[in-house]
Structure formats: C-alpha cells, structure tokens
C-alpha cells in the first residue's frame, strides 16, 4: 500500500459493503485502507470471476447474491455502489427498499426520471442516497471554496472550467489495470460518455460553492466517431451553467482535447486556480489582478492557498487519480455516529445528476439557433 497519511480528516468509524469489484472498487479499498476505523464488511459483484480475485487480493468475504448481501447488513452500514453505470439504478434501488443507506458511484442512475425516483425512495424511507464523487470534500475543492466564501478574489463573476482527458482512442489503454488486475473497461466508459463519467468532478465543486444551477445552456457531440466500440455518444461536450446565485460557469468535457484539468473562478480581484481535478493535494492558488503602468496583469506566480489545520488522510496516485475515493463513505458514517446532517445530500446528488444529463443529452439542437446565411472556408495562401 502506497500513500500519506497527512491529516486525521473527518471520523468516519462503521461498517460499509462494497457492490462491484471492478477497476475503482481497488482505488477505494485503497482509500479505505486510509480509514481504520472503518469496516468492509463484504463485496458483491454478479461475475463470480471478479468476485473470487477481487476478494482474495483485499482479504474480503465475497457474496454471490446481492439478496444475501443485504440481509446481511444492519442500520447504519452504508452500501457503496460500484458498479458500471447502466446498473445504478438497479441496485440503488434494491439497496434503498432493503433499507440501508447508499453511497452510488455516479450517475445515480442513467435517466432523470429513474434519478428522481430513488431520491423519493430515500426520502421516504429517511436514507442517505448520496452520490460521487466525493473529490468535493478534499483538500483542494475544500480550499477553493473557504477561498470563495472568504472573498479572496472579490465578487466571483465566471469560472472556467475544463476536463479534457487527452486524445483518449489514441492512449495505450489497453494496458490499464487496477491493482487487482481488473481492466480500464473502455468499452462502458466510451458507450457511457466522459460527460456522464467526469463533468461531476468540477460540478460537484461549482455546485458546493453557488448552489442551485438554474439554467443550463449545452451542446454535446460524438467528435470521434471512429473510435473502438462508437456509440453515438458524445464524448465533447460544452456547457454555460447559470447559477442562481450569480455566478455563470462554462464546463467542457472531452476524450479530444489536450489534458486539460484547470478550473478558474475570476472574480473582482484576480483569479482563484486549480489545475488538477483529480489531486486531493492539488496545489489552489490566488493570481492578484492589479495595474502595472499602462498594463493589466494577474501574477502569474499566484499564492498559494494551505490548509490552517490537517485535512484529511491523502492516497497515493494510481492511474489518473490521487484522490481518497473514501471520503464519501466517510463523512456519512461520521453523520451518522454524530447525529448530524451530511455534507453530502441527497439534493445534491440528484441536482448533480440533473444537471449532468442535461449537458449530456443537449446534442447539437438544444437551444441552438439555426444559422441563415452562408460562408465558403478560405484556400489556403500559396505560400502557406
Ligand atoms: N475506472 C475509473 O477510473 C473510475 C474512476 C472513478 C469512478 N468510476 C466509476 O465507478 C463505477 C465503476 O467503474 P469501474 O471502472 O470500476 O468499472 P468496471 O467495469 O471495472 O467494474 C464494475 C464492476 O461491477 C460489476 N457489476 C456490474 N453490474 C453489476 C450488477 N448488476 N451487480 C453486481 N455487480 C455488477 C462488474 O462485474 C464489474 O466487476 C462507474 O460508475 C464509474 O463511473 C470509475
């Protein structure tokens, strides 16, 4: 096990059950290793394959029959979906009516309608249905948003905000492996799209610093159309999200673009940057704007923003990702232990996926205002 302890974080002491034992289930158990007190009770995962390595590499009692898995758990255990997403809803679902809390990978599930109806079910039933990513309550996004409260950059007017992942069809991903041997499933993550898989990563952020995202103006597309296992779906997609409270942020996703991982909130008084996504350390820095003779400058150095106290337990990276996949189940269990709220509600996960599936689903006809007049493209100069 590799990683750094840095902080003592939030308490999260209780007992959770893992549901798919894929390749993230290992980035969690990587996580949870950072959390003693915490208990995984068992795994299950419907390919009795996957179930038998993934619970022999963790040391876990696997269970081959989500029924058995959930009459098995007790009030105030938390169940950890982690399975592809086309099976969200299903088992977020089974878990809610077996009347255990859930933690879902995201989306909550595929459709809107299926979303709004599993964030009844828990209502009714007075559970916590919350949903990833938990990258919100990290060091990083949790340094941005004190920042934002503080007022360091002054009223925030735009954010900008990028999760291009690199030309994706083009990287060796073929190779990928978890820890415990599962493959990158490219095929579900292509089919499924990176605005599903990934726009929750910065609008969990936006939405935890500005709150309710009142309109939503999107455009999405499948600009690799010839890439391995092509759905149809888009894997670019651009959004203008309208916030309630005023700001606006534009939010772009891709598997084309460069890796691009920056998220700028401009206010009155300079810039507040990340450029990392998926760093729970991700370095947060304040670029003062201010007048230098004839010329606007934002210090291009920036300061950079610390923690005043220990934040949370980090993990080393894997992949991609040097995120504590924990923190989620984490901050439920401690709600639970103290009798209090959880910083992750059940509203936002069903905002989240709200607003997520409206920039996904746009295509190129929402909103669009269909242009009249035409333009031939230009020849190239004959030196050029
Ligand atoms: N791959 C990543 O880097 C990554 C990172 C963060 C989040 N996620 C999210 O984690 C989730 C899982 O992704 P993954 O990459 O681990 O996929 P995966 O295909 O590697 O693993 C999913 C596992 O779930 C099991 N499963 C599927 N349907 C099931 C069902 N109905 N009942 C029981 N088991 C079932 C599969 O057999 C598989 O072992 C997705 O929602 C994805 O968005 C993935």
Known sequence: MTGRQTGSGPRGAGRVALIGGGFVAD?????LARHPDITVLAVHDHDPARLGTFAAHWGLRGVARLDDLLAQLAPGDVVVNLTNPRAHYAINRACLEAGHHVYSEKPLAMELAQARALHDLAAARGLMLVSAPCSVLGEAAQLLLGAVRRGVAGVPRLVYAELDDGFIPAAPYGKWQSESGAPWPHAD??????????????????????????????????????????????????AALFFESGPVARLTCSIAAPHDHRLRVIGDKGVLQ??????NAAPVRFHRRFVLRRRLIEDPFGRRLRARAPSHPKVGRWGAAAMNFALGPAEMLAALAQGRACRLTNDM????????LAIQNAGRDSGAQVIESTCDPMEAAAWA
Not at 27 to 31: K, W
Not at 274 to 279: F, L, Q, S
Request: charged share 20%; net charge negative.
């Open 27 to 31: 980035l969690y158990m990587r996580s």
């Open 189 to 238: 993550e292509f089919a499924v799209g990176c605005t599903l898989e990934h726009a929750g990563y910065y609008l969990a952020w936006l939405i935890a610093m500005f709150g309710r995202v009142e309109r939503v103006v999107a455009a999405s597309a499948e600009v690799l159309p010839d890439k391995p296992g092509a759905t149809g779906t888009p894997d670019f997609s651009v």
């Open 274 to 279: 990340v450029r990392e996504a998926w760093n």
């Open 349 to 356: 996960a069903l905002h989240l996926t709200e607003v997520t």
